[in-house]
């Protein structure tokens, strides 16, 4: 990577200040280029949830890693829960998504409350294990919300069997005009769900897969308390990465924690952070880190930097601790300021392995928070940071009341924000086509056919807020 003015400015950059030159490319499809990074934690394209409570939960942790990608279990989940969900997406297939289901004698409400958990916006209604119907919103709208699903579910079903090929699924599907079909087996019996599109997407994307072939997940720890114990109750549940996380991590007690999990001989990536300096990624990496994240202050439901001054710009934060990680042997993830597919590339550009995606990713079905409505019909979820009064409070449920009282007032996050849902874009897989599409069309640009070539390749200019405006696109005209 270097810079188009020949040296870096003398200020300190966003992502918004930037832009990428293009350069020679003997690039012929935007498909022939290579996603996968180099950080042992098998992504084969370069995004990880962020472990915020509102954004990774088991759907996105398994519809994340069949894409590639990989989620990070937030730190308050309690640790015998974690296993569970490590469990059941190790169990996940690799195809196929997990169905919704529902009996016939369930109700219309039932299936509203259960419909939005996927972007499909379908549920699949079974007895005895056997798919009898489909039950969509457009079904259930209308009706009265005890009305039986054997009563408006839709019987024109198209079964697909198990082990069929994705191009087979896809060709099939649009032949007969479905956008989705149960997948059962030879018994007949549900297995999981099949969707036109998901079909499609099997053809672009490969899984982020262990050693055994199943699904990658991670989960985070915080720095206080039994850091050995959870970490070695999470290694024995068979979690892909170890995250220790705090907002501060250049601080002795994430040495001393980190070193302590690294005692125990994990032989998955051990993740720590979050810093912005190179002097903090090398004392990390010094102490067994293998990848830190970087990024203090930039995420759209963290108050850091208004409150504290504290942080950095987050391109500047990335091309120096990545300049470090490299030197030390290891690798950063860039860890928040990520509104647009342009700010995943950038961030690669300037030699982040992966880019952790959290409050952009909150506003999908997939994402743990209930759907709600405004008053203008427009959905939305709510989100909250990982250091607002609200995720304090959950980390400091077993606290006495005082210490709890004392926690509240050092608040650095918000506790409730409405995150609408892009009605062109409602779910995380939609999202992950938009930046992968953006990633693929700038290796070809910069005549890059993988990510080391990308930050190899890569020529950074320095543009005025009305370069930047000058890129964007004006859908209502002038």
Known sequence: MRFASGSPPPWELA?????????????????????????HTGTTVPIVVANMTAVAGRRMAETIARRGGMAVLPQDIPTDVVSEVVRWIKTRHLLYDTALTLSPHDTVGDALNLIAKRAHGALVVAEDGRPVGLASEADCAGVDRFTQLGAVMSTDLVTLEDG????????????????????????????????????????LYRPCL??????????????????KGRAEALLASGVDAIVLDTAHG??????????????LGPNVPLVAGNVVTGRGVADLISAGADIIKVGVGPGAMCTTRMMTAMGRPQLSAII??????????GHIWADGGIRHPRDVVLAVAAGASNVMVGSWFAATHESPGDLQRDSDGRLYKESFGMASLRAVATRSRTDDPLTVARKSFFEEGISAARLYLDPRRPGVEDLLDAITA???????????????????????????????????????GW
């Open 15 to 39: 992502f918004g200040d930037a832009f990428l030159v293009p350069q020679r490319s003997a690039a012929t499809s935007r498909l022939d280029v290579d996603l996968a990074t180099s950080d």
């Open 164 to 203: 069929i090929a994705a191009e087979e699924a896809f060709l099939r599907l649009s032949a007969a005009r479905h956008r989705l079909a149960p997948v059962v087996g030879e018994d007949g019996r549900l297995l999981g769900v099949l969707t036109r599109i998901g079909a499609l997407r099997s053809t």
């Open 210 to 227: 262990d050693r055994n072939g199943r699904l990658r997940v991670a989960a985070a720890i915080g720095i206080s308390g039994d850091v």
């Open 250 to 263: 250049h601080q002795e007690r994430m040495l001393s924690a980190v070193a302590t999990v690294r005692s």
């Open 320 to 329: 120096e601790c990545a300049d470090a990680a490299r030197s030390e042997g």
């Open 438 to 476: 953006g990633l693929r069309s700038a290796l070809t640009y910069a005549g890059a056919s993988n990510l080391k070539a990308l930050y190899q390749n890569a020529v950074i200019g320095v543009q005025s807020p009305e370069g930047f405006s000058e890129g964007t696109a004006l859908p209502q």
